[in-house]
């Protein structure tokens, strides 16, 4: 015999959208509500992974007292105007409120107000599906591999006057995730950073061990300029990962956000520090300030790339990856292309450039949506 599906009450449904945004994994919460992890997932997914709004009565609609007040009103023979009058309201919603639910001669107050309530649980149409020519444009740029807060940032600075053409970050996700709204094909979804069929809460990451750098200095000696943005050419720098230990070097100008992805022949120091001298002195002088890099080995011939570069290196504290949040933000970033699993050796330096050029072209929002290059660019005129 089938086992009976059980409905969600208000307070497990609740309970189970708290724990989703704490971060908790889908198995934890299903042991909390004593429910098969296969159940959290399909309720979670069915609204793409974001909490749906509590749903509230509108101020305007009838209660279910003033419904009991015109069921009486209509036992005892009185006008649609004169239950009007008692309730406050229009004779013309108490006529319609009639019609709609059997007239006169079937009205009851209780199942009245159940199909009202049930009326206005049917799908509304999202704005992008109701705008197709704000449809199209959000479409286009998500191929152009944009991210929805892009998008959004975007819009308001192409059409400050045209409030048709302006859409939350929200809703371009929800119109991704959630299909009932028809408006956004699934296949874009594979262009976001990260091609997931439901949002999920940011999860924090642990960091690898760090080894010991010969003279390192710190990035507390680093100098003011570089800390607070004040002018271009400090860089941030890692080494990307992929399979078959394969690594890239990223490096990340703190000003602009501007990058640079340079291939590099092994993660031995001596490849990694002579691959990025060698892009380094590419640049103008007033490009090479200072780079900040974390305790990994790979630069602990930092002296020897200092000398081929005029570039001084500091170096983060152990387990502080947000001392170079740039860097760490772009290379979450850079997976959108260079997904885990991706032999990195295989990749040519015109081939990395043309990634870089991707990220680069692409509006930010921490530049206020301009791009990289624009704002790389402007400061060095």
């Not at 959630?178 to 069929?197: D, N, T, W, Y």
């Not at 890692?238 to 890239?248: F, M, P, R």
Request: hydrophobic share 35%.
């Amino acid at each position: 015999m089938a086992r009976k599906r059980r409905e969600y009450s208000a307070r497990e449904r609740r309970e189970l959208w708290e724990r989703w945004k704490r971060g908790e994994s889908i198995s934890d919460i299903g042991r909390a509500l004593d429910r098969a992890p296969g159940t959290i997932h399909c309720t979670i997914r069915q609204s793409g992974g974001v909490a749906p709004a509590e749903r509230r009565r509108s101020p305007l609609a009838l209660t279910l007292p003033e419904r009991e007040e015109i069921s009486r009103g209509v036992a005892a023979g009185d006008s649609a105007r004169r239950i009007a009058a008692r309730l406050g309201r229009s004779p013309s919603t108490v006529a319609r409120e009639l019609d709609r639910h059997g007239g006169r001669g079937s009205y009851r107050a209780a199942d009245a107000d159940r199909r009202a309530w049930e009326r206005t649980r049917r799908p509304q149409r999202s704005k992008l599906a109701r705008n197709p020519a704000l449809r199209d444009l959000v479409a286009a740029k998500l191929e152009e591999d944009w991210s929805p807060a892009q998008i959004a940032g975007w819009l308001r600075i192409e059409f400050p006057q045209d409030q048709t053409m302006r859409v939350s970050h929200e809703t371009i996700y929800l119109t991704l995730f959630v299909q009932a709204r028809g408006a956004l094909k699934r296949e874009l979804v594979a262009h976001l950073r990260r091609s997931r069929s439901i949002r999920r809460p940011r999860a924090r990451h642990g960091n690898r061990g760090q080894g010991q750098i010969v003279d390192a200095v710190s990035i507390r000696e680093r100098p003011a300029e570089a800390a607070d943005r004040a002018i271009p050419g400090h860089w941030e720098g890692d080494l990307l990962a992929g399979a078959a230990n394969s690594h890239v070097a990223t490096l990340v100008e703190r000003y602009s956000r501007f990058l640079l992805l340079v291939a590099v022949a092994g993660k031995d120091t001596r490849s990694v520090t002579s691959a990025l001298s060698s892009q380094i002195r590419l640049l103008p002088q007033q490009l090479r300030a200072s780079l900040t890099w974390d305790r990994g080995m790979e630069m602990a011939e930092h002296a020897r790339f200092t000398v081929a570069t005029d570039i001084r290196v500091y170096f983060c504290d152990p387990q502080s990856p947000w001392q170079r949040g740039s860097n760490e933000n772009t290379n979450g970033l850079l997976r959108q292309y260079l997904p885990k699993g991706t032999d990195l050796s295989k990749l040519t330096q015109p081939q990395l450039d043309a990634i870089a050029a991707k990220l680069n072209t692409r509006p930010r929002e921490t530049l206020g949506f301009k791009t990289p290059a624009a704002t790389l660019e402007a400061a060095l005129r």
